[in-house]
Protein backbone atom coordinates (compact mmCIF):
# COMPACT_ATOMS: atom_id res chain seq x y z
CA UNK A 1 0.00 0.00 0.00
CA UNK A 2 2.72 1.96 0.78
CA UNK A 3 4.94 2.00 -2.63
CA UNK A 4 1.70 2.48 -4.27
CA UNK A 5 1.22 6.22 -2.11
CA UNK A 6 4.80 6.91 -3.15
CA UNK A 7 4.13 6.19 -6.97
CA UNK A 8 0.95 8.37 -6.59
CA UNK A 9 3.41 11.22 -4.90
CA UNK A 10 5.85 10.86 -7.78
CA UNK A 11 3.11 10.94 -10.16
CA UNK A 12 2.45 13.72 -9.13
CA UNK A 13 6.01 15.41 -9.03
CA UNK A 14 6.33 14.63 -12.73
CA UNK A 15 3.14 16.29 -13.68
CA UNK A 16 3.18 18.91 -11.95
CA UNK A 17 5.32 21.45 -11.50
CA UNK A 18 3.47 23.84 -8.69
CA UNK A 19 3.99 20.93 -5.95
CA UNK A 20 6.97 21.58 -4.72
CA UNK A 21 7.52 18.93 -1.42
CA UNK A 22 5.72 16.15 -0.29
CA UNK A 23 4.28 17.04 2.63
CA UNK A 24 2.01 19.51 0.38
CA UNK A 25 1.42 17.14 -1.83
CA UNK A 26 0.02 14.64 0.55
CA UNK A 27 -2.34 17.34 2.23
CA UNK A 28 -3.15 19.51 -0.86
CA UNK A 29 -3.97 17.69 -3.58
CA UNK A 30 -7.74 16.33 -3.38
CA UNK A 31 -6.78 14.24 -6.66
CA UNK A 32 -4.69 11.78 -4.92
CA UNK A 33 -6.84 11.79 -1.66
CA UNK A 34 -10.06 10.71 -4.00
CA UNK A 35 -7.78 8.23 -5.69
CA UNK A 36 -6.83 6.67 -2.37
CA UNK A 37 -10.62 6.29 -0.82
CA UNK A 38 -11.40 4.72 -4.05
CA UNK A 39 -9.22 1.92 -3.33
CA UNK A 40 -10.92 1.21 -0.09
CA UNK A 41 -14.48 1.55 -1.70
CA UNK A 42 -13.49 -0.60 -4.81
CA UNK A 43 -11.88 -3.42 -2.25
CA UNK A 44 -15.55 -3.49 -0.68
CA UNK A 45 -17.14 -3.12 -4.03
CA UNK A 46 -15.06 -6.34 -4.64
CA UNK A 47 -15.76 -7.60 -1.13
CA UNK A 48 -19.81 -7.50 -1.99
CA UNK A 49 -19.91 -4.71 0.69
CA UNK A 50 -22.13 -2.93 -2.04
CA UNK A 51 -23.56 0.09 0.23
CA UNK A 52 -20.45 0.36 2.06
CA UNK A 53 -18.64 0.97 -0.55
CA UNK A 54 -20.98 3.71 -2.23
CA UNK A 55 -21.80 5.20 1.25
CA UNK A 56 -17.51 5.77 1.12
CA UNK A 57 -17.88 7.05 -2.11
CA UNK A 58 -20.47 9.49 -1.60
CA UNK A 59 -18.19 10.35 0.85
CA UNK A 60 -15.13 11.28 -1.20
CA UNK A 61 -17.35 13.43 -3.72
CA UNK A 62 -18.24 15.31 -0.67
CA UNK A 63 -14.56 15.56 0.78
CA UNK A 64 -13.14 16.34 -2.76
CA UNK A 65 -15.80 17.07 -4.88
CA UNK A 66 -14.35 14.29 -7.34
CA UNK A 67 -16.80 11.21 -7.76
CA UNK A 68 -15.70 7.62 -8.55
CA UNK A 69 -18.00 4.92 -8.78
CA UNK A 70 -16.28 2.17 -6.81
CA UNK A 71 -16.68 -0.51 -9.52
CA UNK A 72 -14.74 1.55 -11.23
CA UNK A 73 -11.19 0.38 -12.05
CA UNK A 74 -8.14 2.74 -11.85
CA UNK A 75 -4.38 1.83 -12.66
CA UNK A 76 -1.50 2.98 -11.04
CA UNK A 77 -0.08 6.66 -10.51
CA UNK A 78 -3.54 8.40 -12.21
CA UNK A 79 -3.66 11.75 -11.24
CA UNK A 80 -6.68 13.96 -11.38
CA UNK A 81 -5.54 17.43 -11.48
CA UNK A 82 -7.71 19.99 -9.62
CA UNK A 83 -10.39 17.25 -9.92
CA UNK A 84 -13.12 19.28 -8.70
CA UNK A 85 -16.90 17.85 -10.99
CA UNK A 86 -14.79 14.69 -12.15
CA UNK A 87 -17.34 11.67 -12.80
CA UNK A 88 -15.92 8.78 -13.65
CA UNK A 89 -18.36 6.02 -14.09
CA UNK A 90 -18.94 1.71 -12.72
CA UNK A 91 -17.55 0.21 -15.80
CA UNK A 92 -14.80 2.83 -16.39
CA UNK A 93 -11.24 1.83 -16.94
CA UNK A 94 -8.36 4.13 -16.25
CA UNK A 95 -4.65 2.88 -17.12
CA UNK A 96 -1.44 3.38 -15.65
CA UNK A 97 -0.46 6.69 -15.81
CA UNK A 98 -3.33 8.56 -16.87
CA UNK A 99 -3.83 12.20 -16.26
CA UNK A 100 -7.53 13.65 -15.49
CA UNK A 101 -8.27 17.27 -15.54
CA UNK A 102 -11.19 18.70 -13.58
CA UNK A 103 -14.80 18.88 -14.96
CA UNK A 104 -13.74 15.50 -16.95
CA UNK A 105 -16.31 13.00 -17.37
CA UNK A 106 -15.53 9.21 -18.19
CA UNK A 107 -19.43 8.27 -18.92
CA UNK A 108 -21.99 5.98 -20.02
CA UNK A 109 -24.16 6.30 -23.42
CA UNK A 110 -26.87 3.63 -22.63
CA UNK A 111 -28.93 2.02 -19.46
CA UNK A 112 -27.86 -1.86 -21.05
CA UNK A 113 -25.92 -3.48 -18.52
CA UNK A 114 -22.26 -4.65 -18.79
CA UNK A 115 -19.54 -2.70 -20.18
CA UNK A 116 -21.04 1.12 -20.54
CA UNK A 117 -17.99 3.17 -19.82
CA UNK A 118 -14.82 4.29 -21.27
CA UNK A 119 -11.14 2.42 -21.20
CA UNK A 120 -8.33 4.94 -20.88
CA UNK A 121 -4.90 2.74 -21.79
CA UNK A 122 -1.48 3.90 -19.88
CA UNK A 123 -0.47 7.34 -20.20
CA UNK A 124 -3.45 8.60 -21.78
CA UNK A 125 -4.48 12.65 -20.72
CA UNK A 126 -7.95 13.55 -20.74
CA UNK A 127 -8.20 17.50 -20.70
CA UNK A 128 -10.41 19.90 -18.61
CA UNK A 129 -14.02 19.67 -19.15
CA UNK A 130 -14.15 17.26 -21.96
CA UNK A 131 -16.44 14.42 -21.64
CA UNK A 132 -15.79 11.11 -23.08
CA UNK A 133 -18.64 8.91 -22.78
CA UNK A 134 -19.37 4.87 -24.21
CA UNK A 135 -17.72 1.68 -23.88
CA UNK A 136 -15.05 3.35 -26.53
CA UNK A 137 -10.77 3.13 -26.11
CA UNK A 138 -8.49 6.16 -25.67
CA UNK A 139 -5.26 4.24 -26.86
CA UNK A 140 -1.63 4.36 -24.97
CA UNK A 141 -0.55 8.17 -24.67
CA UNK A 142 -3.20 9.46 -26.83
CA UNK A 143 -4.81 13.02 -25.88
CA UNK A 144 -8.08 14.50 -25.60
CA UNK A 145 -8.25 18.13 -25.94
CA UNK A 146 -10.02 20.34 -23.56
CA UNK A 147 -14.29 20.72 -23.78
CA UNK A 148 -14.33 18.23 -26.19
CA UNK A 149 -16.81 15.59 -26.53
CA UNK A 150 -15.45 11.79 -27.37
CA UNK A 151 -17.55 9.43 -28.98
CA UNK A 152 -15.30 7.43 -30.45
CA UNK A 153 -12.15 5.16 -30.33
CA UNK A 154 -9.27 7.15 -30.32
CA UNK A 155 -5.94 5.37 -31.52
CA UNK A 156 -2.87 4.94 -29.62
CA UNK A 157 -0.74 8.68 -29.54
CA UNK A 158 -3.32 10.58 -31.20
CA UNK A 159 -5.00 13.51 -30.37
CA UNK A 160 -8.56 14.70 -30.28
CA UNK A 161 -10.43 18.13 -29.76
CA UNK A 162 -13.85 19.71 -30.97
CA UNK A 163 -17.61 18.17 -30.32
CA UNK A 164 -17.45 15.59 -31.80
CA UNK A 165 -14.01 14.49 -30.82
CA UNK A 166 -11.92 14.84 -34.13
CA UNK A 167 -8.23 13.27 -34.85
CA UNK A 168 -6.29 16.21 -35.36
CA UNK A 169 -2.81 14.60 -35.06
CA UNK A 170 -2.23 11.29 -35.47
CA UNK A 171 -0.09 8.59 -34.16
CA UNK A 172 2.13 8.80 -37.84
CA UNK A 173 1.82 12.86 -37.66
CA UNK A 174 3.22 12.16 -33.83
CA UNK A 175 6.43 10.12 -35.38
CA UNK A 176 6.97 12.51 -38.39
CA UNK A 177 7.18 15.35 -36.42
CA UNK A 178 10.34 13.72 -34.72
CA UNK A 179 12.11 13.65 -37.96
CA UNK A 180 10.79 16.89 -39.62
CA UNK A 181 11.49 20.06 -37.92
CA UNK A 182 8.78 22.30 -39.35
CA UNK A 183 6.53 19.15 -38.14
CA UNK A 184 7.88 18.87 -34.67
CA UNK A 185 7.57 22.88 -34.23
CA UNK A 186 3.78 22.47 -35.27
CA UNK A 187 3.37 19.50 -33.12
CA UNK A 188 4.53 21.61 -30.28
CA UNK A 189 1.90 23.99 -30.98
CA UNK A 190 -0.68 22.31 -31.70
CA UNK A 191 -0.10 19.18 -29.78
CA UNK A 192 -2.14 19.50 -26.83
CA UNK A 193 -3.79 22.01 -24.78
CA UNK A 194 -5.03 21.23 -21.32
CA UNK A 195 -7.21 24.12 -21.18
CA UNK A 196 -8.25 25.27 -24.40
CA UNK A 197 -6.60 29.13 -23.92
CA UNK A 198 -4.25 29.09 -26.81
CA UNK A 199 -6.18 31.59 -29.54
CA UNK A 200 -4.75 29.63 -32.05
CA UNK A 201 -6.06 26.18 -31.12
CA UNK A 202 -6.97 24.40 -34.07
CA UNK A 203 -10.15 24.02 -35.69
CA UNK A 204 -10.57 20.93 -37.66
CA UNK A 205 -13.87 22.10 -39.26
CA UNK A 206 -12.17 25.68 -40.01
CA UNK A 207 -9.02 23.80 -41.19
CA UNK A 208 -11.05 21.78 -43.57
CA UNK A 209 -12.99 24.53 -44.83
CA UNK A 210 -9.62 25.96 -45.64
CA UNK A 211 -8.47 23.52 -47.66
CA UNK A 212 -11.22 23.24 -49.55
CA UNK A 213 -11.09 26.70 -50.01
CA UNK A 214 -7.61 26.83 -51.16
CA UNK A 215 -8.54 23.81 -53.61
CA UNK A 216 -11.21 25.91 -55.18
CA UNK A 217 -8.88 29.08 -55.41
CA UNK A 218 -6.23 26.66 -57.52
CA UNK A 219 -9.03 25.69 -59.79
CA UNK A 220 -10.23 28.76 -60.30
CA UNK A 221 -6.69 29.91 -61.60
CA UNK A 222 -6.44 26.51 -63.66
CA UNK A 223 -9.81 27.38 -65.44
CA UNK A 224 -8.63 30.88 -65.79
CA UNK A 225 -5.29 29.84 -67.58
CA UNK A 226 -7.54 26.91 -69.85
CA UNK A 227 -9.88 30.22 -70.62
CA UNK A 228 -6.87 32.20 -71.81
CA UNK A 229 -5.29 29.35 -73.67
CA UNK A 230 -8.75 28.85 -75.74
CA UNK A 231 -9.36 32.40 -76.41
CA UNK A 232 -5.70 32.75 -78.05
CA UNK A 233 -6.93 30.03 -80.07
CA UNK A 234 -10.08 31.86 -81.12
CA UNK A 235 -12.34 30.10 -79.12
CA UNK A 236 -15.33 32.34 -77.81
CA UNK A 237 -15.84 31.16 -74.10
CA UNK A 238 -15.22 32.93 -71.00
CA UNK A 239 -16.04 36.24 -71.72
CA UNK A 240 -18.45 37.10 -68.68
CA UNK A 241 -16.75 38.35 -65.94
CA UNK A 242 -17.50 36.10 -62.72
CA UNK A 243 -19.66 38.27 -59.93
CA UNK A 244 -16.61 39.71 -57.28
CA UNK A 245 -17.55 38.91 -53.36
CA UNK A 246 -18.00 41.52 -51.22
CA UNK A 247 -18.84 42.18 -47.80
CA UNK A 248 -22.60 43.21 -48.58
CA UNK A 249 -23.08 38.89 -49.50
CA UNK A 250 -22.51 38.13 -46.66
CA UNK A 251 -24.37 40.61 -44.69
CA UNK A 252 -27.30 38.34 -42.92
CA UNK A 253 -24.57 35.51 -41.76
CA UNK A 254 -22.55 37.35 -39.35
CA UNK A 255 -19.59 36.72 -40.65
CA UNK A 256 -16.71 38.96 -40.50
CA UNK A 257 -13.55 39.35 -42.45
CA UNK A 258 -10.34 39.44 -41.57
CA UNK A 259 -9.55 42.43 -43.71
CA UNK A 260 -12.59 44.85 -44.68
CA UNK A 261 -10.79 47.07 -46.97
CA UNK A 262 -10.39 43.50 -49.00
CA UNK A 263 -13.23 42.76 -48.64
CA UNK A 264 -14.27 45.80 -50.21
CA UNK A 265 -12.61 45.31 -53.17
CA UNK A 266 -13.85 41.59 -53.61
CA UNK A 267 -10.39 39.89 -52.87
CA UNK A 268 -10.54 37.98 -49.53
CA UNK A 269 -14.15 36.69 -49.37
CA UNK A 270 -14.20 35.47 -45.27
CA UNK A 271 -12.15 34.42 -42.93
CA UNK A 272 -12.91 30.71 -42.59
CA UNK A 273 -11.16 30.71 -39.44
CA UNK A 274 -13.51 32.65 -37.75
Known amino acids: MFSRIKDDIQGVFHRDPAARNTFEVLTNYPGLHAVWLHRVS ?22 TGIEIHPGATLGRRVFIDHGMGVVIGE ?24 KRH ?15 LGPITIGENAKVGSNSVV ?10 VGIPG ?22 EKYGFD ?21 HMHQMDTKVEEMCKVIQSLG ?22 FA ?9 EAFDPTI
Not at 151 to 160: E, H, L, M, N, R
Open 42 to 63: HKLWKANWKWLARSLSTFNRWL
Open 91 to 114: TAEVGDDVTLYHGVTLGGTSWTPG
Open 118 to 132: PTLEKGAVVGAGAKV
Open 151 to 160: VKDIPAGATA
Open 166 to 187: RIIISKQQSDAAQVNPNRNKIA
Open 194 to 214: AYAVAPDNPDPVANAMGIMLE
Open 235 to 256: GDVCTDNLHNISAQDFADTGIE
Open 259 to 267: DESKAKAGQ
